[in-house]
T-cell receptor, first 116, second 110 residues
C-alpha cells in the first residue's frame, strides 16, 4: 500500500521558536495533501488543504501566517508552526491523496509537538 | 454543513463480546464512507464503503453502508484486548477532504 512519512515524529521546542514538519509520499505522487491537528481524545480537525504548486487553502479559524504550508513537489509538503506557543502543542497528522487512486487518503504517522 | 456523527462515544466490553459501532452522516455529494482505527498514532484504514448493502469483511471486522438512511455500522465479533482503540468514521464528498466523526473509544477488558 501507499506510504506517507512524517518527520520528525516527535519534537519539543521552546515558546517563540518555529518548527517545521515534513510530510512525504514515498511511493506515489500526491496531488493533494492535507494537514490535520488532533488534541488529546479528540477527532482529527482539518487545518488546511495543500495542492502542489499553489497556495494552501486554510480552514476557518486557522491562522495562515502562523501555520505556513508549502507543497513544493508532488511528494513533499511542509508545515511550519511559527512562533510556537504552548497551546500549539498537539498531534499533527498529514495525509495524501494519490494521483492514481484519488478516493483514498493515506495518513502519515503523525508528529507530536510539545511547546514548553 | 457536512456532518458525521458517531455513537456511542465510548464503550467498554469484555473479551469475546460483539460490538456494533454506528456512524450517521449528512453530506452533499456523497462519494464514500471510510472507517479507521486509531491507536497511538495516525489512523489506519479499515474499510471504504461506496455502495449500499454490500458488506465488507476483514477477519472479525465487518461493515455495511445504508445510503438511504445515511448511516454505516462497524461490527467487531469476538473482541480482543488488541481491538481497544478509537474507531473513526469519515465521509468523502466531492473533492473535499474527509469529514471525520468524533470517534468511538472502544475498551476491551480481559
Amino acid at each position: 500500500g501507499a506510504v506517507v512519512s512524517q518527520h520528525p515524529s516527535r519534537v519539543i521546542c521552546k515558546s517563540g521558536t518555529s518548527v517545521k514538519i515534513e510530510c512525504r509520499s514515498l511511493d506515489f505522487q500526491a496531488t493533494t495533501m492535507f494537514w490535520y491537528r488532533q488534541f488529546p481524545k479528540q477527532s482529527l480537525m482539518l487545518m488546511a488543504t495543500s495542492n502542489e504548486g499553489s497556495k494552501a487553502t486554510y480552514e476557518q479559524g486557522v491562522e495562515k501566517d502562523k501555520f505556513l504550508i508549502n507543497h513544493a513537489s508532488l511528494t513533499l509538503s511542509t508545515l511550519t508552526v511559527t512562533s510556537a506557543h504552548p497551546e500549539d502543542s498537539s498531534f499533527y497528522i498529514c495525509s495524501a491523496i494519490s494521483r492514481q487512486v484519488n478516493y483514498e487518503q493515506y495518513f502519515g504517522p503523525g508528529t507530536r509537538l510539545t511547546v514548553t | 454543513e457536512d456532518k458525521v456523527v458517531q455513537s456511542p462515544l465510548s464503550l467498554v466490553v469484555h473479551e469475546g463480546d460483539t460490538v456494533t459501532l454506528n456512524c450517521s452522516y449528512e453530506v452533499t455529494n456523497f462519494r464514500s464512507l471510510l472507517w479507521y482505527k486509531q491507536e497511538k498514532k495516525a489512523p489506519t484504514f479499515l474499510f471504504m464503503l461506496t455502495s449500499s448493502g454490500i458488506e465488507k469483511k476483514s477477519g472479525r471486522l465487518s461493515s455495511i453502508l445504508d445510503k438511504k438512511e445515511l448511516f454505516s455500522i462497524l461490527n467487531i465479533t469476538a473482541t480482543q484486548t488488541g481491538d481497544s482503540a478509537v474507531y473513526l468514521c469519515a465521509v468523502l464528498s466531492g473533492n473535499t477532504p474527509l469529514v471525520f466523526g468524533k470517534g468511538t473509544r472502544l475498551s476491551v477488558i480481559a
